[in-house]
C-alpha cells in the first residue's frame, strides 16, 4: 500500500464523503442529532456554517413555535438545514407544513414508522425525507414507503434507542441498501469511527453528544460540566417496567431525575390499567415528562433533578469548544488514521 501525503489522505476522505455531503448540500457528510432544546437556532446554525448538516430538534413544540425556530435559524445561516419531527406529534401534519412554507430542504421523521401521508406531503412539497431505521426490514420498508436516506442509530446513542448497538447494524445493514444514501449514528466521537463506517458504506454520520458541549450551544454550564465529567458507563438506559407497556428506553447520565422517571412510569400504567387514560396519551404523558425534565436540565441547570439524555461517546467530551473546531477535530483524526494506515503497510 502506497503511503498517502495529507493532501491525498483530505481527498480520500472527501471522496467517502461525497455521497452524504451531496445529499445534504453540505461540505462535510456529518449531520447533527436532533436533541430537543438543545437543536436550536444557535447550535444548528453553527453546524450548517461550519460545513456539516444542523438538524432542528421539534420535539413537542406546536407549529408556530417551530415557524419561529426556522425563521431564527435562517437569520443565522444561509446553508441548507433541516428539522426534525416525531412521528408521535399530534399535529404531525402542521408541523409538515410549516417545513414546507418555510422551505426547508429535508424533513426527519424520528420516533417510529411515519404515517405514508406525513411523507407522501414531505416529498410532494419538495422536501427530502430522512427516516429512522433499527432493522434491515424496516429500512427496506423505508425505502418503499418514500424515504431518500436512512438513519441507522445503535443502542449507544443518547435520548430514546433501539435495543441493538451500532456496531451490529452497520453490519446488518450497510450492505445490502444502497439505494438510498445511510447515515449511521450511536456513540460516535472520534474521526477514526466516522472513517471506518464511511468504508463500510455508510454515507456519512450523525453526531449529538459530541457538540453539546458546543460554545454556540445553549445548555446551561452546568449541562456542559456534566457531560465533560461524564463517562461511557454513566450513560445508562432506562428501564422497562411493564411487558405490555412498552416504553423506549432513554439514555442518559444516571441522577435523581432517571430515578423519578422509574416512579413515573409505575404511576402511568397504574393509570393506563385502571382505565383512566388512553395508552396513546399515557406514551404521550411519559414524552412529556421527558421534555419537560430535560428542559430543566438543559436550559435551568438542574442537572440532579432533570434529564441528562448522553450517548456512550460522552467521555470524548472533555472541553467546550465552537462546533467549527470539533468537526475540524474530527476531520483531522480521520485524516490522520488514513495517513497512519499508509506509513504502517510501508
Request: hydrophobic share 50%; charged share 20%; with cysteine.
Given at each position: 500500500m502506497s503511503t498517502l501525503d495529507r493532501g491525498q489522505a483530505q481527498a480520500r476522505l472527501a471522496a467517502l464523503m461525497a455521497r452524504g455531503a451531496a445529499f445534504f448540500g453540505s461540505e462535510v457528510a456529518m449531520m447533527g442529532g436532533a436533541m430537543s432544546w438543545v437543536s436550536e437556532r444557535h447550535l444548528v446554525a453553527a453546524l450548517s456554517n461550519a460545513g456539516a448538516f444542523g438538524v432542528i430538534a421539534c420535539g413537542a413544540m406546536e407549529p408556530p413555535r417551530l415557524a419561529e425556530e426556522?425563521?431564527?435559524?435562517?437569520?443565522?445561516?444561509?446553508?441548507?438545514?433541516?428539522?426534525?419531527?416525531?412521528?408521535?406529534?399530534?399535529?404531525?401534519?402542521?408541523?409538515?407544513?410549516?417545513?414546507?412554507?418555510?422551505?426547508?430542504?429535508?424533513?426527519?421523521f424520528a420516533g417510529g414508522i411515519p404515517p405514508g401521508s406525513a411523507i407522501k406531503k414531505a416529498k410532494e412539497g419538495g422536501?427530502?425525507?430522512?427516516c429512522f431505521a433499527p432493522a434491515l426490514v424496516l429500512a427496506k420498508r423505508m425505502i418503499r414507503s418514500g424515504a431518500d436516506a436512512l438513519v441507522i442509530e445503535g443502542s449507544e446513542a443518547g435520548g430514546h434507542i433501539g435495543p441493538v448497538s451500532l456496531n451490529v447494524l452497520a453490519q446488518e445493514i450497510l450492505p445490502h441498501i444502497t439505494e438510498v444514501p445511510v447515515f449511521v449514528a450511536g456513540g460516535i466521537?472520534?474521526?477514526?469511527?466516522?472513517?471506518?463506517?464511511?468504508?463500510?458504506?455508510?454515507?456519512?454520520?450523525?453526531?449529538?453528544?459530541r457538540f453539546v458541549c458546543a460554545t454556540e450551544s445553549?445548555?446551561?454550564?452546568?449541562?456542559?460540566?456534566?457531560?465533560?465529567?461524564?463517562?461511557?458507563?454513566?450513560?445508562?438506559?432506562?428501564?422497562?417496567?411493564?411487558?405490555?407497556?412498552?416504553?423506549?428506553?432513554?439514555?442518559?447520565?444516571?441522577?435523581?431525575?432517571?430515578?423519578?422517571?422509574?416512579?413515573?412510569?409505575?404511576?402511568?400504567?397504574?393509570?393506563?390499567?385502571?382505565?383512566?387514560?388512553?395508552?396513546?396519551?399515557?406514551q404521550l404523558d411519559i414524552e412529556h415528562f421527558w421534555a419537560g425534565a430535560l428542559r430543566?436540565?438543559?436550559?435551568?441547570?438542574?442537572?440532579?433533578?432533570?434529564?441528562?439524555?448522553?450517548?456512550?461517546?460522552?467521555?470524548?467530551?472533555?472541553?467546550?469548544?465552537?462546533?467549527?473546531?470539533?468537526?475540524?477535530?474530527?476531520?483531522?483524526?480521520?485524516?490522520?488514521?488514513?495517513?497512519?494506515?499508509?506509513?504502517?503497510?510501508?
Open positions: 426556522i425563521a431564527g435559524t435562517k437569520a443565522l445561516t444561509a446553508r441548507p438545514f433541516g428539522v426534525n419531527l416525531i412521528t408521535m406529534h399530534p399535529r404531525l401534519d402542521q408541523l409538515v407544513d410549516v417545513c414546507l412554507q418555510a422551505k426547508v430542504g429535508h424533513i426527519v422536501a427530502r425525507v430522512v466521537g472520534r474521526g477514526e469511527a466516522i472513517l471506518s463506517y464511511l468504508e463500510m458504506g455508510a454515507a456519512g454520520v450523525q453526531l449529538g453528544t445553549i445548555a446551561h454550564p452546568a449541562f456542559k460540566n456534566a457531560f465533560i465529567r461524564g463517562n461511557a458507563r454513566d450513560a445508562m438506559p432506562t428501564v422497562q417496567l411493564d411487558d405490555a407497556f412498552p416504553v423506549i428506553p432513554v439514555r442518559a447520565l444516571q441522577n435523581g431525575g432517571t430515578r423519578r422517571f422509574l416512579e413515573f412510569q409505575a404511576e402511568t400504567i397504574r393509570r393506563f390499567k385502571a382505565g383512566e387514560v388512553e395508552k396513546d396519551a399515557a430543566r436540565a438543559v436550559i435551568d441547570g438542574d442537572v440532579e433533578n432533570g434529564s441528562l439524555m448522553a450517548g456512550q461517546s460522552v467521555g470524548m467530551v472533555t472541553k467546550e469548544q465552537p462546533a467549527a473546531e470539533i468537526i475540524a477535530e474530527l476531520i483531522d483524526q480521520a485524516v490522520a488514521a488514513l495517513m497512519a494506515r499508509g506509513r504502517s503497510a510501508a
